[in-house]
Every structure is written in C-alpha cells, then in structure tokens.
C-alpha cells in the first residue's frame, strides 16, 4: 500500500478529513496513553482537559510529535508519544537499521 501526498502541504491527522495515511497507522498501533513520569505530562494534560478533551478519546494522534516507526515491508512497529525522550527510541532504530 503506497500514500503519496504533497511534501510541506498541511494534511490534516485526526477527525472526518484525516489523511488515509493517518487513519492506518493509527489503527496498527492505538493509543497506549502519555508516560505520566515526562515532565511535560501535567502541563499537556491539562492543555488537552481545557481546551481539546475531545482528541483524549479514541487512538488518534494527541498531539505534535508523535512518531510512528514503520519498517521496509510497511508494517507500523511502534507508536511513541510526544512524551516519549529520543534515547527512549534508540533500541527500536537499531533494530530498523
């Protein structure tokens, strides 16, 4: 299955007009919550709780950041949260590599 979609154009990732790209991947790896340890999770919790409670329900992206890890044939490996530190990932780069 190949997307393609135009480089540097704003698509939209969440709700009715999301981008086909985004609804797969999304429904290869569900949303599994934020690492409550971040120090960033209270504030963006609270972010979420006032002003978008909405994108708290369901799989979808919740915020910037998130990185899905596909492999070579396609299929989704791993979702990361914006709560999620880079070194947290290097395992699961090396393996890809």
Same mark, same amino acid.
């Given at each position: 299955?190949?997307? /393609?979609? #135009? %480089?540097?154009?704003? %698509?939209?990732?969440?709700?009715?007009?999301?981008? #086909?790209? !985004?609804?797969? %991947?999304?429904?290869?790896? $569900?949303?599994?919550?934020?690492?409550?340890?971040? $120090?960033?999770?209270?504030? +963006?919790?609270? /972010? +979420?709780?006032?002003?978008? #409670?909405?994108? +708290?329900?369901?799989?979808? /992206?919740?915020?910037? !950041?998130?990185?899905? !890890?596909?492999?070579?044939?396609?299929?989704? /490996? =791993?979702?990361?949260?914006?709560?999620? =530190? $880079?070194? =947290?990932? =290097?395992?699961? %780069?090396?393996?890809? +590599?």
């Amino acid at each position: 299955m190949v997307w /393609i979609f #135009p %480089i540097y154009k704003k %698509i939209d990732v969440r709700g009715n007009e999301a981008h #086909p790209l !985004f609804t797969y %991947i999304e429904s290869q790896k $569900p949303f599994e919550g934020f690492n409550m340890n971040h $120090p960033v999770t209270k504030l +963006l919790m609270a /972010i +979420l709780n006032e002003k978008y #409670p909405h994108y +708290l329900h369901g799989d979808s /992206i919740k915020r910037n !950041f998130t990185k899905f !890890f596909i492999d070579k044939e396609g299929n989704v /490996i =791993e979702r990361f949260e914006s709560t999620t =530190e $880079p070194f =947290e990932m =290097e395992s699961y %780069i090396e393996h890809l +590599l």
